[in-house]
């Protein structure tokens, strides 16, 4: 446990902090991100554990074929996506596989959450939002801000 004064504490005090601006904007788990080689494939292997059926979409802007099976939880998904166009997933699926690839979370206003991010030393792949699946605005934020996991933030409708 943190006594008064110590570093424990004060950084205890920042994340407390941090997490009351971003509760305010509301961020709650969305989906998790799983890249694969085949999209009907994985499909099947989802649907065995009883998934589906979902919204199928192609996102040119990011390259991908996109899957979005709900989850019994309203506005939780399973997003399996297979690139598209040789680039920067061709190579990630290359070198490290299939598999879980990025979480997503949630908010009321991404530009807002983005600039608090950013005020907060958080390193952003992405600086302004893009065009995601279904329409919604994404932004990812880089791993290295995030202890090795890519997190997208995203404002649905
Ligand atoms: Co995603």
Redesign the pocket.
Known sequence: MATPGDAAETAANVVQDLGVQLASNGFRF????VIVRDLPQASETYGLLGFGPGHEEDVPSQGVR?LLLPTAQRGQYI?L?APTTEGSLTRYLEKRGEGV??L?FAVDDIRAALEQLRENGVRLVDNAPRA??HGWS?AFLHPASAHGVLI?L?QPE
């Open positions: 969305h989906h998790i991100g996109v997003e996506f690839h990025h997503a995601g699946v994404v997208e995203v």
